[in-house]
């Protein structure tokens, strides 16, 4: 079955653990991202990757890192938690470069304490 | 960069009649305007989207219109049924990005 996922789908942290969220496609798609959803905020995007070892910042890229090693990988690494980056997490990919047609993970939720 | 608005944030209709949604965007140059509609716990879900190129799009009982000079697109559903019931989200991306900007979202509400 083609999809995104993504894991943990929910992670209970504290302050200044280092934690990482998978996120993995099996439909060879060239393009993936990361994005944060509040409530009243909508989804703002945080890092996207164009192709393996490309990547660039989207709109909220601070405090967090990513990394495309693999074409179907891109893990979303927070260094130093803090309560602000409480929020819900989606991975999405897309088959073009673009970015366009983009499909969404099921989501992670992140409490930071 | 890219600003989009988007209004109303909530929307309520009787079953059956129709729903319009509106996006405004700041990026005259922008090429590309998907609208997702994510429902109760669930992930955001591509409906339907339309090129710059295109002055409307659609797609059985959803459409997109898109008015390039005033810089504004919306998504237009007809007889609205209870599954119609979500957040729906506009998004555009600018020219020469590979960026999506989304809307704040509407939460659209169908009532039997």
């Known amino acids: 079955e083609a999809q995104v996922t993504q894991n943990p789908r929910y992670l209970i942290t504290v302050t200044g653990k280092k934690l990482t969220v998978t996120c993995s496609q099996n439909?060879?798609?060239?393009?993936m991202s990361w994005y944060r959803q509040d409530p009243g905020l909508g989804l703002r995007q945080i890092y996207y990757?164009?192709?393996?070892?490309?990547?660039d910042k989207g709109d909220v890229p601070e405090g967090y890192k990513v990394s495309r090693k693999e074409k179907r990988n891109f893990p979303l690494i927070l260094e130093s938690p803090s309560p602000n980056q409480t929020s819900l997490y989606f991975c999405?990919?897309?088959?073009?470069?673009?970015?366009?047609?983009?499909?969404f993970g099921p989501g992670t939720r992140l409490l930071v304490l | 960069g890219e600003n989009v608005e988007q209004h109303p944030s909530t929307l309520s209709v009787q079953e059956g009649d129709s729903a319009v949604i509106k996006c405004t965007y700041s990026?005259?140059?922008?090429?590309?305007f998907p609208w997702y509609k994510q429902e109760l716990g669930k992930r955001p879900q591509l409906i339907i989207d339309?090129?710059?190129?295109?002055g409307e799009k659609k797609d059985q009982r959803i459409a997109v219109t898109l008015n390039k000079t005033a810089k504004h697109f919306s998504l237009h559903i007809t007889e609205t049924q209870p599954e119609d019931s979500a957040v729906y989200f506009c998004?555009?991306?600018?020219?020469?990005?590979?960026?999506?900007?989304f809307g704040k979202g509407t939460k659209l509400s169908v009532i039997p």
């Open positions: 999405a990919s897309s088959p073009w470069t673009s970015g366009e047609t983009q499909y």
């Open positions: 439909m060879n798609h060239e393009y």
């Open positions: 990757s164009m192709n393996v070892e490309v990547t």
């Open positions: 990026d005259s140059a922008s090429n590309y």
């Open positions: 339309i090129r710059s190129n295109v």
């Open positions: 998004a555009s991306r600018g020219a020469g990005s590979y960026q999506l900007t």
